[in-house]
């Protein structure tokens, strides 16, 4: 924590001088199958600070082996990732007073001369959680943050009085960047429902009352569905393209990376595709995610990837943009998830729904002159997004400069 000169009335002192961290549990008398409050980690919403879904499990589920807590308590997530991304929380509404949850918490109990809305607000902060991470302990993967470390932070204490008024004040100005947040959101949701809608303008097309030269065709008509693969005169440790799920761009629908693995690793066991074919994830929830891109730039213009690709090969009479914009319809991606085989988890669109699917399609002039509008489209409502994002980024960052305020008495 940086230097400054505190208030009149302020104290400086070490963390665990104003809360007990982890009290010792008390012997309780309780029935073995009596509710009892339990708080898992994902139970924490780190967004706002608060027990999104108390738990209630039979004390005998319980009472060996979890964190023991009362009401208003402070608890702080020790472990990474779940620490950095700032699962903190006070505990309210507990059964009894009284509760159990992760072990992965530590629980900071305020002593009389402080509330916990003031430690809590002051744990929260990324300041204080960045500074925490540079003290972590264990292997990778499973560091935490060591008792020791809250116990001997140096933490500015206001007079009861004093934390009352910053705390709601707090709360005041943390209530009008929430509602700021939320019209972000609905403004993000507002474009992406925009680009669907001029979609479902474009595809959606009447049987009966179809332009001039447009006609329907099934998907399977005018685009090979997963083509075999050739056989490829390949050296094993020549670089070739590779397209793992995780690098299609589903806000986009791009490719965000194209990798390039030796042909040796990949020849065997993925999907191969060609320049310019359209690649559509089966699997849930990669399909109801939008994950789906045209093959672009391709080594030798060849490539692989994920299993979880449909491919589709466009014939003459479409152009691979046309079908790509089509199948990237929130109505179409519905309608294939009502056709969903497979175990609940590990569900696929099967082949034949898009072999069977109809598509229109006008010449091919109209569909370069609809794409490029398209493609118009996208690119506003991609701008638009990126405004929201950095809108939200500067909420986050006014949050944190608020908090930095407060615990320097300046708000």
Known sequence: MGVWELPKGWEMLPLGEVCEINPRRPRLSRNDDTPTSFVPMAAVDEVQGVIADLQ????????????????????????????????????????????????????????????????????????????????????????????????????PLPPLDEQRRIVARIEELFARIEKARRLRAAADQDAERLMDAVRV?????????????????????????????????RKGD???????????????????VMETRPYERVRSGYTYFEEHDVLFAKITPCMQNGKSAIARSLRDGIGFGSTEFHVLRCSEL??????????????????????????????????EFLEQH????????????????????????????????????????????VLARAFRGEL
């Open 238 to 256: 020549i670089s070739t393209s590779f397209v793992p799920m995780s690098a299609v761009d589903e806000a986009t629908g791009t490719i965000a």
């Open 201 to 233: 303008e474009t595809f959606e097309q009447d049987v009966d009352e179809l332009p001039k030269k447009w006609r329907i065709f099934a998907i399977g008509e005018v685009c090979l569905v997963n083509p075999r693969r050739p056989r490829l005169k």
């Open 56 to 155: 209630t499990r039979p004390y005998c589920k319980v009472k060996r082996g979890y964190t023991y807590f009362e009401e208003g308590d402070v608890l702080f997530a020790k472990i990474t990732p779940s620490m950095q991304n700032g699962k903190s929380v006070i505990t309210r509404g507990l059964i009894d007073s009284f509760g159990f949850g992760s072990t992965e918490f530590h629980v900071l109990r305020p002593f009389s001369r402080v509330i916990p809305e003031w430690v809590h607000l002051f744990v929260r902060q990324k300041s204080f959680r960045d500074e925490a991470m540079q003290h972590f302990r264990g292997a990778v993967g499973q560091q935490r943050v060591p008792a020791e470390f809250l116990e001997s932070y140096s933490f």
């Open 358 to 401: 109809s598509i229109p399609v006008p010449p091919l002039s109209e569909q370069r002159r609809i794409v490029e509008y398209l493609d118009d489209v996208q690119a506003h409502v991609t701008e638009l997004k990126r405004f929201q994002t950095e809108s939200v980024a500067e909420l986050e960052r006014l949050s944190g400069a």
């Open 318 to 351: 479409v152009l691979p943009e046309w079908v790509h914009q089509f199948i990237r319809q929130q109505t179409f991606r519905e309608e294939a998830t009502y056709h969903f085989r497979g175990a609940v988890g590990q569900q696929r669109v099967p082949k």
